[in-house]
């Protein structure tokens, strides 16, 4: 190898170099650290908001699927103590058993006076709670109804 081989070789590698600086330079490749951290920050905002909602979309689910089915327990509580020929004073608890786990009743039955009724009638006031323990949610269901005791003799 000659002097003038070298020559064209320094020359040849030298050009390479200066062309791949140049595009690095002229491409302005990559992203600043600030970029890439406002990217993150803005992916993170995003998921939280996202994890967010669907929490409240679950719990919004129980709550529906709760206020569904309360009502009909309700129902079926107050249809039963009726059933019973409304003994008066009543104060009971129980639960649904395994049909509809975790929910609980209560229920009261009290005699109300009324002035509108003569003594043959008795009014009855009838509560029925129906409570879903893990969730903490209630539902409520008041009823009146009269006995006549003229029927009854």
């Not at 951290?37 to 995003?46: H, R, S, Y």
């Not at 039955?109 to 009324?114: K, L, N």
């Amino acid at each position: 190898m000659g002097i003038s081989d070298l020559e064209t070789d320094k020359a040849f590698m030298t050009e390479k170099t200066n062309s791949l600086d140049n595009k690095f330079q002229q491409a302005g490749s990559g992203f600043t650290l600030f970029e890439v951290l406002v990217a993150i920050a803005i992916i993170g905002i995003v998921f939280t908001s996202v994890f967010k909602l669907h929490g409240q979309t679950i719990a919004m689910s129980y709550s529906s699927r709760f206020y569904t089915i309360a009502p009909m327990l309700c129902q079926k509580k107050l249809s039963d103590i009726e059933r019973e020929d409304l003994t008066i004073p009543l104060n009971d608890t129980g639960d649904f058993g395994e049909e509809f786990p975790g929910y609980v009743w209560h229920a009261t039955v009290d005699s109300v006076e009324s002035e509108a009724l003569d003594e043959s009638f008795e009014l009855a006031r009838i509560d029925v709670t129906v409570a879903l323990e893990s969730e903490g949610l209630t539902h409520v269901i008041r009823a009146y109804r009269y006995r006549n005791f003229k029927d009854k003799k």
